[in-house]
């Protein structure tokens, strides 16, 4: 989180004014400090570089996508995992190497593997036998052959502080280690002679805040792996261990530096290797939330005030759960300051409403701000991860602009939807 304050008192978002990007663009508004985003990338990627290991950090797109995005992650060396014909049309468009793009997704359609084929991406993520079959139909039809990654799901599911062990772990992605079921997808891609498999992928959870569940899922992909190598003779080139950094929403949440969980991943794949005497493959990643959360924020003009005595006062904004879904969907924690008030004493503890017609339109719970009145701007930090990615229109709100500031100069990179735009794809009935 970037809060500094400027001599004015204002909030300062990577050496701008906050309250000068509101008045300029207009609330609610999404601003990125982009050397925040590159920090980020930069911690992972210097990382693997720094122990000479052989690594791809594929940014996950699901978490902010967007053309200047994707073509800062460009810039920043990153690889690219996109989920559909979308993110993958939005990496197309941003100029995105085509070979650093890995494709995901537990139910890809035959268009969007027809897409990532014609393309000739990096790789594909297979997720199952279905995916299989289609995209073996499709090499054939094109006379193409495709890198994969088999996604197994190691029984390891980890959240923040915890993570749990799961024989078999119920979910909908990915080949079950335990039950045999990956061995026998890992055979039906060998047989195939348009796959080329190149590794091991698995996703153990998000916002993960220790290394354990990441060093466990590593032990139980390479021993695998070993044993494959015994019985079948393959030998994996890549190890992908997607995702789940944990970042800092409030000061409740004490994630550890970008690099620590990079070098436990290194050390880790390092040891096995060395344990079963297996070459060490390259180490590939999947950060989302690590590399856009906490370069983004969201200012927000404040508006009616309800004040119930002994109960609670609701100060409403004029965004919400459009443009922040996760407080309604995760009851996710946010922190809140008034961008003009920086050096104000926080004298009241209120809760900050959006303004849907909907009760459950709440972005945070209790917390404690300055006197605000109607006009003031509230920054809400931490919102750079799956808030734009996942706005909505409900109740015709346009969705929010976003503005990329960088060298104390914004520019802006997503346009505020118009109302144009919402009735855009309506088809009169009369
Ligand atoms: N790789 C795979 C295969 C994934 O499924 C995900 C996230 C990631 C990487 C990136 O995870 P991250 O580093 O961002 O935690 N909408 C939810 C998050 C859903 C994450 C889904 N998969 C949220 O707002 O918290």
Request: with cysteine; charged share 25%; proline share 3%.
């Amino acid at each position: 989180m970037n809060k500094s304050v400027g001599e004015n008192g204002h909030l300062m978002i990577g050496g701008v004014d906050a309250l000068e990007l509101a008045d300029l663009y207009g609330t609610p508004l999404y601003v990125y400090d982009v050397e925040r985003i590159r920090a980020n990338a930069r911690a992972f990627v210097e990382t693997f570089k720094s122990f000479g290991v052989k690594a791809q950090v594929a940014y996950a797109s699901k978490a902010f996508s967007s053309i200047a995005m994707l073509q800062v992650a460009k810039q920043e060396g990153l690889s690219l995992d996109v989920v559909s014909e979308g993110e993958l049309h939005t990496a197309l468009e941003a100029g995105f190497p085509v070979k650093r793009i890995h494709m995901h997704g537990n139910n890809k359609s035959i268009p969007e593997l027809e897409m990532a084929v014609k393309h000739d991406i990096g790789c594909i993520v297979v997720d199952n036998f279905h995916e299989i079959t289609l995209l073996s139909h499709i090499l054939d039809e094109q006379q193409r052959t495709m890198d994969v990654l088999l996604r197994v799901t190691p029984g390891i599911e980890a959240h923040t502080h915890d993570y749990i062990l799961t024989g078999q772990e119920d979910s909908k992605f990915g080949f079950d280690l335990s039950n045999g079921q990956a061995e026998e997808g890992f055979l039906k891609i060998r047989e195939d002679k348009r796959l080329r498999l190149t590794g091991l992928h698995c996703h153990i959870g998000s916002q993960i805040f220790e290394t354990s569940g990441f060093r466990l899922a590593t032990r139980k992909l390479i021993s695998a792996l070993s044993q494959w190598q015994r019985n079948y003779n393959f030998t994996a080139e890549v190890l992908n261990l997607g995702g789940g950094f944990g970042i800092k929403y409030t000061d409740d949440d004490d994630p550890l530096e970008f690099d620590q969980y990079a070098k436990a991943l290194i050390e880790e794949v390092k040891q096995q290797s060395d344990h079963y005497a297996y070459p060490m493959p390259e180490i590939w990643i999947e950060p989302g939330r690590a590399i856009v959360g906490d370069a983004g924020v969201t200012l927000y003009s404040v508006g009616s005030t309800k004040d119930i005595p002994g109960v609670r006062r609701y100060i409403s904004v004029d965004g919400g759960m459009t443009d922040n879904l996760r407080p309604a969907l995760y009851q996710a924690q946010y922190e809140a300051v008034a961008a003009s008030k920086m050096r104000e004493p926080a004298t009241q503890e209120v809760s900050i409403a959006g303004k849907c017609c909907e009760s459950g339109d709440m972005l945070i719970w209790n917390v404690a701000l300055p006197e605000v009145s109607p006009g003031d701007v509230i920054a809400v930090f931490s919102t750079g991860a799956y808030g734009y990615s996942m706005s909505n229109n409900y109740n015709r709100f346009p969705r929010a602009a976003v503005v990329f500031v960088e060298h104390a100069e914004h520019h802006l990179v997503i346009q505020r939807e118009s109302f144009q735009d919402l009735t855009r794809l309506d088809v009169s009935y009369e």
